[in-house]
């Protein structure tokens, strides 16, 4: 009979734990930064986009949308090979090719290499986030994967908040037969690549490598994490195919439900720039400047939604509340003028982006480890696909209506659609996720006992009492 090892010492598991989150989070935070600086930079640059290229509004939101089909397209083999070589080359490998492809949009000529390069950037990007999670499963009992996953999202926000001022200040810097717009590409593309260099020397892919913890603190982590995929393998007891995932309703759900909360938040990343610009006669920095308005708020949003999750525990609720937040919030922005509207988007950021921070502890906590790489890289990537609908849409409609009022009911609705589904989600495996993924009944299970972790001790002798 399958027996669970002792669970750890909880002083030791909690001080490794911080360990881990003081080593690793500040870094992921600053990648994180980068790279959604070096994603969604095109937002400031439309204009200027159309005055130099020609690019206009719907071809805008379809290039702006390219991203994620790359993205996509590539997101499950690239996680599927972060677990085959590790996190610390794979990683590397990613911030070195999406900064060169970043770069490479300095040189855009028209619709056509607009449309190109977007894709390289999203194929080149694929697996970064997805990785970071999967890291977390690696590294963090699942207590803590949440308030991690909170700091780890805020790394977005953060984004937000500064690429406004700095994207507004480099439109500004010119020479070299460059525009500004050029020049921003170059830089901010560059800072990702000078980045690799440090994650290759300062990450190591599993506990065991870490020379910055103890002995018994490496023995901590394994033990407690062994302990949360045991419990799972107790009701999956054959590594699941690739080919039936989907069959799991519970992977589906999860799916729609992230592209929900996507569609919100890059539908208004890529348009919540025009939108301000409709406020009044501003420059690019000013425009920048009230563009980190919403994310500075949804920051302290993502921080109070995780501490009460946390302490309050039913996680699907808490998803739902900020979900229907980001509903009301998209809605209203299209009841009234434009400093309306601005206040409107504000709201619906606490919502939105508290969402996406509170969603991703329940398909950890449901996923058999064996197959949580290609999973959760399977979940990013369909979701991902809101980031290629919303501003596609969005494009459409403006050149088509001169208005995208029609795209923020969109919005609503989907949102608020997705506040419901959450609570058909599960955040643990039950006994027939086995039969749904591999057609098969289960065998030798383990007794129930272990499943709510009631461990097998030793005696004195060695053998299970």
Sequence with gaps: MNTLQCPPDPNVLAR??????????????????????????????????????GIGAAAYGLGAGLFFIGYAIFEVPSNMLLQRYGARAWLTRI??????????????????????????????????????????????PSTERGKAMAIFLSGSAIASVISGPVSGALLNVSGMSLHGWQWMFLIEGFASIVLCGFVWFWLQSHPREAKWLSAEEKGALVAAIALEQQAREAVQTVKPSMFKLLADKQIALFCFIYFSIA???YGATFWLPSMIKKMGNLGDFQVGLFNSIPWIISIIAMYGFAAMA??????????????VIASFGMFMSTTGGPIFAFVAICFAAIGFKAASALFWPIPQGYLDARIAAAV??????????????APTAFGFLEQTTGSIEGGLYGLAGTSLVAAVVIFFARTAPRGDVFRALTGKAADNAIPQHALNHTVMKPDAKGAAS
């Design 16 to 53: 490794a734990s911080a360990k881990v989150k003081r080593h690793v989070l500040p870094l992921f935070v600053v990648m994180f930064i980068v790279n959604y600086i070096d994603r969604v930079n095109i937002g400031f640059v439309r204009s200027h986009l159309e005055t130099d290229l």
């Design 95 to 140: 911030m070195f090719t999406w900064g060169a492809a970043a770069m490479a949009m300095a040189f855009v000529r028209g619709e056509t290499s607009f449309y190109v390069l977007r894709f390289i950037l999203g194929a080149a990007e694929a697996g970064f986030f997805p990785g970071i999670i999967y890291y977390f499963t690696q590294w963090l």
């Design 263 to 265: 569609l919100t938040i």
């Design 310 to 323: 946390s302490k309050w525990k039913y996680q699907q609720a808490w998803v739902a509340v900020t979900l």
């Design 376 to 389: 959760i890289a399977l979940i990013n990537s369909i979701g991902n696909l809101g980031g290629f609908v």
